[in-house]
């Protein structure tokens, strides 16, 4: 079982930053695959970028592609988003997920992660 906590949400001007952590508890965090999602206002969670479970293999939906980045630190179990040049709309909720690697590709849809966190709300004003 893992729990996961994001921070690092907040209000910010189009073209600024944000940088979100996720930090989890539990054993297997080094072993799972963990992903950002998002949720604006009246639409569907979407992916927005994943890394496998060494850091090696990463991929991004291509709205945020060359924007943000994403990153591991397994010695402190935390997974984070660098937000660069950021959007009004790139606002929503951020979620942390994650999922045990397999043997499989990387995941990019909601149902296949089986730990989320509470989200962070990500503000971006034009």
């Known amino acids: 079982q893992v729990q996961l906590v994001e921070s690092g949400g907040g209000l910010v001007q189009a073209g600024g930053s944000l940088r979100l952590s996720c930090a989890a508890s539990g054993r297997t965090f080094s072993r799972c695959d963990m992903g950002w999602f998002r949720q604006a206002p009246g639409k569907e969670r979407e992916f927005v970028a994943v890394i496998n479970w060494s850091g090696r293999s990463t991929y991004y939906t291509d709205s945020v592609k060359g924007r943000f980045t994403i990153s591991r630190d397994n010695a402190k179990s935390t997974v984070y988003l660098q937000m660069n040049s950021l959007k009004p709309e790139d606002t929503a909720v951020y979620y942390c997920?994650?999922?045990?690697?397999?043997?499989?590709?990387?995941?990019?849809?909601?149902?296949?992660?089986?730990?989320w966190g509470q989200g962070t709300q990500v503000t971006v004003s034009s």
């Open positions: 997920a994650g999922v045990r690697s397999g043997l499989g590709p990387l995941r990019f849809r909601p149902h296949e992660y089986e730990y």
